[in-house]
């Protein structure tokens, strides 16, 4: 089992930054593509960004690419995803996922969950 919790989140202005942390206990960190979905009200749960195990490879959804840099930390057990240029549109329920194998953007592909941290952006 991996334990997941993220912190972070908040409410910031249009054009604002903000940086989410996921902290991972459990079974090993280091082998699991860790990734980021959001979900927001009345939405489904959409891939945000990836991050494979050696950090040899990144991945974003399109509607971020640019603004939203996913990075990990293998030794602290931590992922993070900074988020810069913040849209009315970012505003959502962000969640940590460990897992990933056998691909990235989709959610089924990912085993472990956190229980997730919100993000407002106001206009």
């Known amino acids: 089992q991996v334990q997941l919790v993220e912190s972070g989140g908040g409410l910031v202005q249009a054009g604002g930054s903000l940086r989410l942390s996921c902290a991972a206990s459990?079974?090993?960190?280091?082998?699991?593509?860790m990734g980021w979905f959001r979900q927001a009200p009345g939405k489904e749960r959409e891939f945000v960004a990836a991050?494979?195990?050696?950090?040899?490879?990144?991945y974003y959804a399109d509607s971020v690419k640019g603004r939203f840099t996913i990075s990990r930390d293998n030794a602290k057990n931590t992922v993070s995803l900074q988020m810069n240029a913040l849209k009315p549109g970012d505003t959502a329920v962000y969640y940590c996922?460990?897992?990933?194998?056998?691909?990235?953007?989709?959610?089924?592909?990912?085993?472990?969950w956190g229980q997730g941290t919100q993000v407002t952006v106001s206009s």
């Open positions: 996922a460990a897992g990933g194998a056998d691909g990235v953007y989709a959610s089924r592909r990912y085993d472990y």
């Open positions: 459990g079974r090993t960190f280091n082998y699991y593509t």
């Open positions: 991050i494979n195990w050696r950090s040899s490879t990144t």
